[in-house]
């Protein structure tokens, strides 16, 4: 069955400042990644994806995210954080059945200090 | 914009009322996935459609819930009887399945709560 945690349920760091936040996965089949970003009361937009083909992985407004198997880790980084990038992030992977479900990780809250 | 909508944005109902959300997916998209997301946790995944049929439903997918899809267009969301812990966000989503790509687009969300 797949899986997916995320370690650390609130990260901070500084205006500028480097953004990692955490993503391991079990699975059971080859996996296919998805790190989702959400803002408050809203639905989930798509930062990148990982489907088996370049390990590192780069997505929309500067973040990018590398695919390790021997870590079982999808880990999120962004060399600088803005303010607009506070919110909640979400790692998934696809489930093994064909549906193409996802299953979540439960988040991490980003905080941005100025 | 042709994203996905989802109506209501937020629903307040009292205990024992049925509700019904309506989700309308990306066009041509054959897909549609439910899911529920309670507060501080991620998104859980509740049903899904292939065109009009309805493929998989997860357990949390009590009797009390009725998922449809007619025509393979739009979805709707039924919760009879509704419970306090039924209080969450209900998120959709569609994709077009090509070549194994499933990537998946989410609604904004219908906010219920029950009290």
């Known amino acids: 069955a797949q899986s997916v945690t995320q370690l650390g349920s609130h990260v901070s760091v500084s205006e500028g400042a480097l953004v990692l936040l955490r993503c391991n996965y079990s699975?059971?089949?080859?996996?296919?990644l998805f790190w989702y970003v959400q803002y408050p009361n809203q639905g989930l937009q798509l930062l990148l994806k990982?489907?088996?083909?370049?390990?590192l992985v780069k997505g929309i407004n500067g973040f990018e995210a590398e695919f390790k198997k021997s870590e079982t880790s999808f880990h999120l980084t962004k060399p600088s954080a803005h303010m607009s990038d506070a919110a909640e992030y979400f790692c998934?992977?696809?489930?093994?059945?064909?549906?193409?479900?996802?299953?979540f990780g439960q988040g991490t809250t980003l905080q941005v200090k100025p | 914009d042709t994203g996905v909508s989802q109506n209501p944005r937020h629903k307040i109902t009292k205990r024992g009322q049925n509700v019904t959300f309506r989700c309308d997916p990306i066009?041509?998209?054959?897909?549609l996935y439910w899911y529920r997301q309670t507060l501080g946790q991620g998104p859980e995944f509740l049903t899904y459609?292939?065109?009009?049929?309805?493929?998989?439903k997860s357990r949390l997918l009590s009797d009390r819930f009725s998922a449809e899809r007619p025509k393979g267009s739009f979805s709707t969301l039924e919760i009879q009887r509704t419970e306090q812990g039924d209080s969450a966000m209900y998120l959709c989503?569609?994709?077009?399945?090509?070549?194994?790509?499933?990537?998946?687009?989410f609604g904004q969300g219908t906010r219920l709560t029950v009290v």
């Open positions: 066009s041509e998209h054959n897909r």
């Open positions: 459609f292939q065109n009009e049929a309805q493929l998989e």
């Open positions: 699975s059971s089949v080859p996996p296919y």
């Open positions: 990982y489907t088996s083909a370049a390990t």
């Open positions: 989503a569609s994709s077009l399945v090509t070549n194994g790509n499933t990537e998946a687009f």
């Open positions: 998934a992977v696809k489930g093994s059945s064909n549906t193409g479900k996802l299953i």
